[in-house]
T-cell receptor, first 115, second 111 residues
Protein backbone atom coordinates (compact mmCIF):
# COMPACT_ATOMS: atom_id res chain seq x y z
CA UNK A 1 0.00 0.00 0.00
CA UNK A 2 2.42 2.69 1.18
CA UNK A 3 5.86 1.61 -0.01
CA UNK A 4 7.37 2.56 3.35
CA UNK A 5 7.49 -0.40 5.69
CA UNK A 6 8.36 -0.37 9.35
CA UNK A 7 9.11 -3.20 11.72
CA UNK A 8 8.10 -4.30 14.21
CA UNK A 9 4.55 -2.94 14.40
CA UNK A 10 4.35 -3.24 18.17
CA UNK A 11 7.00 -3.60 20.84
CA UNK A 12 7.05 -3.75 24.61
CA UNK A 13 10.31 -3.01 26.41
CA UNK A 14 11.40 -2.53 29.98
CA UNK A 15 12.81 0.75 31.25
CA UNK A 16 16.59 0.84 30.76
CA UNK A 17 16.60 -1.53 27.81
CA UNK A 18 17.64 -0.71 24.27
CA UNK A 19 15.49 -0.96 21.15
CA UNK A 20 16.06 -0.92 17.39
CA UNK A 21 13.31 0.06 14.98
CA UNK A 22 13.59 -0.49 11.25
CA UNK A 23 12.32 1.30 8.16
CA UNK A 24 12.46 0.49 4.49
CA UNK A 25 12.01 3.55 2.32
CA UNK A 26 9.77 3.81 -0.69
CA UNK A 27 11.37 2.91 -4.00
CA UNK A 28 13.17 5.92 -5.47
CA UNK A 29 13.36 7.77 -2.17
CA UNK A 30 16.77 8.58 -0.74
CA UNK A 31 15.90 10.46 2.43
CA UNK A 32 14.51 9.00 5.63
CA UNK A 33 13.14 11.01 8.54
CA UNK A 34 12.08 9.71 11.94
CA UNK A 35 9.34 11.20 14.09
CA UNK A 36 8.04 10.44 17.55
CA UNK A 37 4.29 10.79 18.05
CA UNK A 38 3.16 10.74 21.66
CA UNK A 39 -0.48 9.93 22.34
CA UNK A 40 -2.71 12.84 21.38
CA UNK A 41 0.15 14.88 19.93
CA UNK A 42 1.52 15.73 16.54
CA UNK A 43 4.68 14.04 15.29
CA UNK A 44 7.94 15.48 16.60
CA UNK A 45 11.06 15.40 14.42
CA UNK A 46 13.84 13.18 15.75
CA UNK A 47 16.34 13.25 12.89
CA UNK A 48 16.79 12.77 9.18
CA UNK A 49 19.22 10.70 7.13
CA UNK A 50 20.35 11.55 3.64
CA UNK A 51 23.11 9.69 1.81
CA UNK A 52 23.81 7.62 4.91
CA UNK A 53 24.58 10.66 7.07
CA UNK A 54 22.53 12.45 9.68
CA UNK A 55 21.09 15.55 8.04
CA UNK A 56 19.45 17.42 10.86
CA UNK A 57 18.25 16.57 14.34
CA UNK A 58 15.41 17.67 16.51
CA UNK A 59 15.40 18.20 20.25
CA UNK A 60 16.13 14.62 21.26
CA UNK A 61 18.98 13.39 23.47
CA UNK A 62 21.98 11.45 22.12
CA UNK A 63 20.53 8.15 23.31
CA UNK A 64 18.39 8.42 20.18
CA UNK A 65 20.64 7.44 17.29
CA UNK A 66 20.22 6.15 13.79
CA UNK A 67 21.71 4.68 10.68
CA UNK A 68 20.97 4.72 7.00
CA UNK A 69 22.17 1.95 4.74
CA UNK A 70 23.24 2.04 1.07
CA UNK A 71 19.79 0.83 0.03
CA UNK A 72 18.34 3.86 1.90
CA UNK A 73 16.70 1.78 4.60
CA UNK A 74 17.20 3.07 8.11
CA UNK A 75 17.30 2.13 11.77
CA UNK A 76 16.38 4.11 14.85
CA UNK A 77 18.10 3.04 18.05
CA UNK A 78 17.07 4.16 21.50
CA UNK A 79 19.25 3.35 24.50
CA UNK A 80 18.38 3.47 28.18
CA UNK A 81 14.65 3.51 27.52
CA UNK A 82 12.49 5.74 29.69
CA UNK A 83 8.76 5.54 30.30
CA UNK A 84 8.28 8.78 28.32
CA UNK A 85 9.73 7.08 25.25
CA UNK A 86 6.44 5.24 24.89
CA UNK A 87 5.03 6.52 21.60
CA UNK A 88 4.33 5.78 17.98
CA UNK A 89 7.57 6.06 15.98
CA UNK A 90 7.02 7.06 12.40
CA UNK A 91 9.44 6.77 9.56
CA UNK A 92 8.96 8.90 6.46
CA UNK A 93 10.80 8.67 3.19
CA UNK A 94 11.12 11.35 0.55
CA UNK A 95 13.22 12.38 -2.38
CA UNK A 96 14.48 15.86 -2.06
CA UNK A 97 18.08 16.03 -0.99
CA UNK A 98 17.04 16.41 2.59
CA UNK A 99 14.49 19.14 2.02
CA UNK A 100 11.07 19.02 3.64
CA UNK A 101 8.91 20.27 0.78
CA UNK A 102 8.86 17.22 -1.45
CA UNK A 103 6.11 15.50 0.45
CA UNK A 104 6.77 12.72 2.85
CA UNK A 105 5.39 9.22 2.63
CA UNK A 106 4.91 7.88 6.11
CA UNK A 107 5.14 4.30 7.20
CA UNK A 108 2.53 2.78 9.49
CA UNK A 109 4.76 3.23 12.49
CA UNK A 110 6.04 1.18 15.39
CA UNK A 111 4.10 1.41 18.63
CA UNK A 112 6.66 1.27 21.46
CA UNK A 113 5.52 0.74 25.00
CA UNK A 114 8.05 1.08 27.81
CA UNK A 115 7.05 -0.47 31.12
CA UNK B 1 12.35 27.40 15.32
CA UNK B 2 8.92 27.17 13.77
CA UNK B 3 5.83 26.95 15.97
CA UNK B 4 2.56 25.64 14.54
CA UNK B 5 -0.71 26.03 16.41
CA UNK B 6 -3.87 24.21 15.37
CA UNK B 7 -7.51 24.77 16.32
CA UNK B 8 -9.88 23.36 17.27
CA UNK B 9 -8.59 20.25 18.99
CA UNK B 10 -11.94 18.50 18.51
CA UNK B 11 -14.70 19.14 16.00
CA UNK B 12 -18.06 17.45 15.54
CA UNK B 13 -20.22 18.13 12.50
CA UNK B 14 -23.35 16.65 11.02
CA UNK B 15 -22.95 14.63 7.89
CA UNK B 16 -23.18 16.92 4.88
CA UNK B 17 -22.01 20.01 6.75
CA UNK B 18 -18.65 21.69 6.26
CA UNK B 19 -15.65 21.46 8.57
CA UNK B 20 -12.90 24.03 8.92
CA UNK B 21 -9.59 23.54 10.72
CA UNK B 22 -7.20 26.43 11.21
CA UNK B 23 -3.44 26.61 11.76
CA UNK B 24 -1.01 29.42 12.37
CA UNK B 25 2.74 29.38 11.97
CA UNK B 26 5.48 31.64 13.21
CA UNK B 27 8.34 31.39 10.71
CA UNK B 28 7.68 33.57 7.68
CA UNK B 29 10.29 31.56 5.78
CA UNK B 30 8.10 28.42 5.82
CA UNK B 31 6.85 27.86 2.30
CA UNK B 32 5.20 24.44 2.22
CA UNK B 33 2.09 23.47 4.16
CA UNK B 34 0.80 19.89 3.98
CA UNK B 35 -2.26 18.46 5.68
CA UNK B 36 -2.36 14.89 6.91
CA UNK B 37 -5.25 12.63 7.84
CA UNK B 38 -4.59 9.95 10.42
CA UNK B 39 -7.15 7.28 11.16
CA UNK B 40 -6.94 5.37 14.40
CA UNK B 41 -3.90 3.11 14.42
CA UNK B 42 -2.84 4.07 10.91
CA UNK B 43 -0.14 6.16 9.34
CA UNK B 44 -0.59 9.88 8.57
CA UNK B 45 -1.69 10.23 4.98
CA UNK B 46 -1.14 13.37 2.90
CA UNK B 47 -4.49 14.69 1.72
CA UNK B 48 -3.59 18.08 0.31
CA UNK B 49 -0.73 20.56 0.38
CA UNK B 50 -0.09 24.13 -0.62
CA UNK B 51 2.99 26.14 -1.40
CA UNK B 52 3.48 29.75 -0.46
CA UNK B 53 3.18 31.01 -4.03
CA UNK B 54 -0.55 30.21 -4.16
CA UNK B 55 -3.43 31.28 -1.95
CA UNK B 56 -5.85 28.41 -2.43
CA UNK B 57 -5.92 24.86 -3.69
CA UNK B 58 -8.87 22.51 -4.12
CA UNK B 59 -9.20 18.80 -4.59
CA UNK B 60 -12.81 17.65 -4.82
CA UNK B 61 -14.35 18.18 -1.37
CA UNK B 62 -11.11 19.38 0.22
CA UNK B 63 -9.57 22.83 -0.04
CA UNK B 64 -6.73 24.63 1.66
CA UNK B 65 -6.28 28.38 1.90
CA UNK B 66 -3.12 30.24 2.84
CA UNK B 67 -2.70 33.79 4.10
CA UNK B 68 1.03 34.50 4.12
CA UNK B 69 0.65 37.95 5.60
CA UNK B 70 -1.24 36.67 8.61
CA UNK B 71 0.75 33.43 8.67
CA UNK B 72 -2.25 31.16 8.81
CA UNK B 73 -3.70 28.42 6.68
CA UNK B 74 -6.92 26.47 6.84
CA UNK B 75 -8.37 23.14 5.74
CA UNK B 76 -11.93 23.14 4.44
CA UNK B 77 -13.91 19.93 4.00
CA UNK B 78 -17.31 20.27 2.35
CA UNK B 79 -20.19 17.78 2.29
CA UNK B 80 -18.60 15.80 5.10
CA UNK B 81 -19.08 12.04 5.22
CA UNK B 82 -18.63 9.60 8.12
CA UNK B 83 -15.42 8.32 6.53
CA UNK B 84 -13.94 11.79 6.97
CA UNK B 85 -13.83 11.09 10.72
CA UNK B 86 -10.15 11.03 11.71
CA UNK B 87 -7.43 13.18 13.25
CA UNK B 88 -6.15 15.90 10.94
CA UNK B 89 -2.69 17.44 11.28
CA UNK B 90 -1.35 20.56 9.67
CA UNK B 91 2.36 21.06 9.18
CA UNK B 92 4.77 23.74 8.06
CA UNK B 93 8.11 23.22 6.39
CA UNK B 94 10.13 23.78 3.28
CA UNK B 95 12.96 25.76 4.83
CA UNK B 96 14.93 22.81 6.05
CA UNK B 97 14.74 19.13 6.59
CA UNK B 98 11.79 18.74 8.91
CA UNK B 99 8.12 19.45 9.24
CA UNK B 100 6.64 21.15 12.26
CA UNK B 101 3.27 19.64 13.04
CA UNK B 102 0.26 21.03 14.79
CA UNK B 103 -1.27 19.13 17.69
CA UNK B 104 -4.09 17.69 15.63
CA UNK B 105 -7.85 18.05 15.28
CA UNK B 106 -10.10 15.10 15.97
CA UNK B 107 -12.98 15.37 13.50
CA UNK B 108 -16.16 13.40 14.08
CA UNK B 109 -18.82 13.35 11.38
CA UNK B 110 -22.18 12.39 12.84
CA UNK B 111 -24.41 10.39 10.46
Amino acid sequence: ETGVTQSPTHLIKTRGQQVTLRCSSQSGHNTVSWYQQALGQGPQFIFQYYREEENGRGNFPPRFSGLQFPNYSSELNVNALELDDSALYLCASSFGQGRSDYGYTFGSGTRLTVV
Amino acid sequence: GENVEQHPSTLSVQEGDSAVIKCTYSDSASNYFPWYKQELGKRPQLIIDIRSNVGEKKDQRIAVTLNKTAKHFSLHITETQPEDSAVYFCAAGGTGNQFYFGTGTSLTVIP
